[in-house]
């Protein structure tokens, strides 16, 4: 990074609000649009922090300070006193765009993203040096900036799914990868259950090889009726629509292993076993061996369940369930 001798070329001054352009963007790292959390500070004790502003051919561009010249102009003021930039080159003044917003707070994924982008497009050479980013407080390993700088390319509600931690950075990264529309889908989806990592993998998963078992767009698939009733539903809760989205998604993807659930589960149901016995399916309903668990505190418990188990052997939907598994639960045992 340059010395700060060499960065320094402004001078400050009163500038009009009108002769600043708010639509010009490009020097822009924060997230945050609104200005209202400003008003009353600035409203009350002035523009501490003189905004840095670049003199142009028509007018001045907007280094940093964009949310409060934004508050300033809603407080009606005709100017304002800025940090003018006279001959920086466009990487100096994306240096100076960054360290304003990264030395004073923690940046989110999508400024640091944005920030490394701002970098690399302004940088003679096309990559900015490992120590600019390092001095301004910037990841600088290689495959996790690639991988950084792909965020704010993405669709605007997967970035807003990434601002409010509906989606985390592996997710974003994973859908960033899809079509824009699908990846879309997939943020809506996840800012509305509001789930973790390993079951937004899973649902991602089941999608896509529901798509492609069938031959259909994934997008069909995340909006199909019942899934979208269900999202819906103002009678559930988030925790209960994810679990009914994985169920349908299950169902559809395994249809005869989400039989066989249903079946094992109606057995079980049938053996009425109490709180003292627990029966567990073979895993993923495919295996063979099943798990009772039995749970007591006194010889006089140990003896009711060893009578229990003796029905239990008896019984004729606990037979079913043995001979049955092969066939999901479905087939009654013979005599």
């Not at 169920?247 to 395994?254: N, S």
């Amino acid at each position: 990074m340059a010395s700060d001798g060499e960065l320094t070329d402004e001078c400050a001054r009163f500038i009009l609000l009108a002769d600043i352009d708010p639509r010009d963007e490009r020097f822009r790292i924060t997230t945050r649009r609104g200005s209202d959390d400003l008003h009353h500070s600035i409203g009350r004790l002035g523009l501490r922090v003189a905004p840095l502003l670049l003199s142009g051919t028509s007018g001045f561009i907007i280094v940093s300070g964009f949310r409060r010249i934004a508050a300033c102009r809603g407080l009606g003021w005709d100017s304002i006193r800025a940090r003018v930039l006279q001959t920086s080159s466009p990487y100096e003044c994306a240096l100076k765009a960054i360290a304003a917003n990264s030395l004073e707070r923690p940046l989110n994924l999508i400024e640091i993203s944005r920030a490394l982008r701002l970098l690399d497009r302004y940088t003679p050479g096309g990559q900015a040096p490992a120590e600019d980013a390092a001095a301004l407080g910037l990841p600088t390993h290689a495959g996790m900036t690639a991988r950084l700088k792909t965020l704010c390319r993405l669709p605007a509600v997967v970035q807003d799914a990434v601002l409010e931690e509906a989606v985390s950075f592996a997710m974003a990264c994973e859908i960033g990868r899809m079509p824009a529309g699908l990846a879309a889908g997939f943020a809506r989806l996840f800012r509305e259950l509001k789930t973790g990592l390993n079951k937004q993998r899973e649902i991602v998963t089941l999608v896509t090889e529901i798509a492609h078992r069938e031959g259909i767009d994934p997008l069909r698939v995340l909006a199909e009726d019942r899934l979208s009733d269900m999202l819906a539903a103002q009678d559930l809760d988030r925790n209960q629509k994810t679990r009914r989205l994985r169920r349908l998604l299950r169902q559809r993807r395994f249809p005869a292993l989400a039989a066989a659930e249903d079946n094992f589960h109606s057995l079980k149901q049938r053996l009425a076993l109490g709180d003292n016995l627990t029966l567990a399916a073979p895993r993923d309903f495919e295996g063979t061996r099943f798990a009772l668990t039995l749970n007591f505190e006194s010889l006089e418990e140990v003896g009711r369940l060893r009578a229990k188990l003796d029905d239990l052997a008896g019984h004729p939907d606990f037979r079913t369930l043995l001979t049955g598994k092969g066939r999901g639960f479905g087939a009654a045992s013979g005599p």
